[in-house]
Every structure is written in C-alpha cells, then in structure tokens.
C-alpha cells in the first residue's frame, strides 16, 4: 500500500500542509522547525515516501516542472488533453509529470502524494470524487491548482471546463451525416472546435 501525505501527518502529528511543504522543500520560507522537518523527513524516508536522491533535491524550490493528473489515458478525450498539456508546457520550458487515478479517490491521494513529493510548481487536475479537501489543501497553502472538464461546486479553484450545450448541439448535427469521409471530417472539426474555441474558463 502507498504511503500518502494523511500517512505521514497522522505519524508526525504535524498538518498536511506543514508535512507538504517540507516535502516540497519550503521548511524554510514557512519557518518550519528543525523539530518537524526532521520529523517529517525521517518518516518519509522510514515508508518509503522518498528514496536518497530526491530528498537530497528538496530543498531546491524551482523544477520547472508540473503535475497533471487524469482518470484515465485510455479515454481518447483525456488522452488528448494529456497531450495538449504536455506539448504546451513544453513550449513554455517545462516538464509535465503524468498521473493516473483510475477514477480512484484513494488512489487520487496516492498520485497528489507522489505529484508532491516531485517538488512540482503547480497542478493541473481532472479529480474525480466528491471530495475537495486535499486540492483545496494544496492550492492555499502549497501549490496553484486548476481543474479541467471537472470541477467543485463549493470550491474557489479555477477550472475549466467545456461548453456542454455547444457540445451537444454539435453531437446531434454530427448524427445526421451519413457518408464516412464526411462524417470524419466533421468529427476532426468537432475536436478541434471544442479544444480551442469550446471551452470556458471560469
């Protein structure tokens, strides 16, 4: 079983948060203790959490990296997204680090662990559940994060989503085409028109 953030708070008696920013080397810039980074430290080592070379890079805050996280790779539409992420995060000079959650909560807490423990600079999520705490968690007090196609009604995390109407409006005119090169020609149109002018950011 993973070792997650919840693990090793409920070991060190110290907050998520205090456990997350030790983890993402900013003991310093919070004024954690001694007391608690070394705490926090040694159980993540002792479970595993974080092997030797990682720890040694804790400290360091900039990775220009990010953490993306998707229910699933094998649906073609987060797949693509996936992609799209990856390459513009690219363009822009960073890594994008893949995670999945199998449309899992315990293992969506497994993969913000281990997104975590990657120093990463911020969050780009597709959750699934209910439950908003760890993201709302990780945006006030760790990391930015936004939400993409999903999102929580009660919370204050920017996301963005699909515009659902167009998207159904354009299913039911792609349902009347009958011949094939057409109709895929139209599906490719469809695509891109969602991904580029069909969303909305909220």
């Not at 120093?119 to 709302?136: D, M, Y």
């Amino acid at each position: 079983m993973k070792t997650t953030l919840t693990d090793i708070a409920e070991k060190t008696g110290y907050s998520i948060a205090t456990v997350s920013r030790v983890l993402n080397g900013k003991s310093g810039q919070y004024r954690i203790s001694n007391e608690a980074y070394n705490s926090i430290m040694e159980e993540a080592k002792k479970s595993g959490y974080i092997g030797k070379m990682n720890a040694q890079s804790l400290r360091k805050s900039k990775t220009r990296s990010i953490g993306v996280i998707v229910p699933s790779i094998a649906n073609p539409f987060f797949a693509e997204i996936s992609d799209t992420i990856i390459k513009e995060a690219a363009r822009h000079g960073y890594t994008a680090i893949m995670a999945v959650t199998m449309e899992s909560p315990t293992e969506q807490e497994a993969c913000l662990s281990a997104i975590l423990s990657k120093n990463v600079e911020g969050i780009i999520a597709a959750p699934c559940g209910n439950e908003s705490f760890l993201f709302e968690n990780i945006n006030k007090e760790i990391i930015p994060v936004v939400l993409v196609d999903r999102f929580f009604a009660d919370s204050n995390i920017s996301y963005i989503t699909s515009n659902n109407y167009k998207g159904r409006l354009m299913a039911l005119t792609c349902s009347s085409i009958t011949d094939t090169d057409t109709l895929h020609a139209y599906k490719a149109t469809r695509t891109l028109f969602l991904t580029r002018k069909g969303w909305k950011v909220i």
